[in-house]
């Protein structure tokens, strides 16, 4: 009998500005679904202040997040929700997004962080990188993008020179005509690392040729870290190829420049 996987909720969650539920329209169609929203706001956003502009900011905001909850609660099974933090400080966000997360821990988060202030927005994406969540954020031509975040520590990639290795070879290669991208099959790059493979546990042993075992874990170190993707072949269903990945290009001109 066959289990199905159970899906992932999907939950936005998303700092509160001007243009909040404008975001919203954009994302769930273009970045993800949204099972259950929730949208963080600082207390002072509903005091009144005898500054016109902040006054007039402050009820803006209001305003966008009651036509949220309005446009959201149709589409979000599990409701929108709004969370007050007393300020924009990151003890407050952290405390605040703790709260959702620990509600609901196997979700898959997404991290709104167009508007808001700036302290409100860089508190959510750090809380992006502490919970392996998705940022991203929506421009003013209305374009929603997702925000890379490295998945790999320069120590533990430089660990292996072998890692460096595979990067410059596929670094070395001509882009593709079609598609622009760095990119090699596995038995090319496999015969070319086997030529500079550098053994690291047993440097001593008399055999130092390069084995299929630890190619496939230096790529699925790579892979892992989104520093290279794999693809079949076109026309086959045995063969990869590896691709060099913007991460991975920028990773490999890191470190070239703090190995000088």
């Not at 909040?20 to 259950?36: G, K, L």
């Not at 015969?191 to 630890?214: C, F, W």
């Amino acid at each position: 009998m066959k289990h199905r996987m159970t899906k992932k909720e999907k939950i936005h969650i998303m700092s509160a500005g001007a243009n909040v539920h404008n975001t919203f329209s954009i994302a769930i169609y273009n970045i993800s679904p949204a099972f259950e929203v929730y949208v963080i706001a600082e207390k002072r956003i509903y005091e009144d202040s005898d500054d016109p502009d902040k006054q007039k900011t402050r009820e803006a905001i209001r305003r966008s997040i009651e036509n949220l909850k309005e446009l959201a609660t149709p589409i979000a099974k599990k409701g929108v929700h709004e969370k007050i933090i007393e300020a924009d400080t990151l003890d407050h966000i952290k405390d605040a997004v703790f709260e959702i997360y620990k509600k609901n821990p196997d979700a898959e988060y997404y991290f709104n962080v167009s508007g808001g202030t700036k302290a409100l927005s860089i508190g959510l994406f750090m809380m992006a990188l502490w919970f392996e969540a998705i940022p991203y954020h929506v421009d003013m031509e209305k374009t929603a993008k997702t925000i890379s975040i490295p998945k790999v520590h320069i120590e533990d990639f430089q660990a292996n020179p072998n890692r460096v290795t595979i990067l410059r070879i596929l670094d070395e290669q001509k882009p593709s005509s079609d598609e622009k991208l760095k990119k090699l099959p596995r038995k090319k790059l496999f015969e070319k690392l086997s030529k500079e493979y550098i053994p690291i546990r047993d440097k001593k042993r008399a055999d130092r040729n390069l084995k299929d075992g630890v190619f496939n874990s230096l790529t699925r170190d790579l892979l892992n870290w989104n520093l290279i993707d794999e693809k079949h072949i076109e026309g086959s269903k045995k063969e990869k190829e590896y691709i060099l990945t913007s991460d991975g290009e920028f990773t490999l001109k890191f470190v070239s420049l703090k190995g000088k």
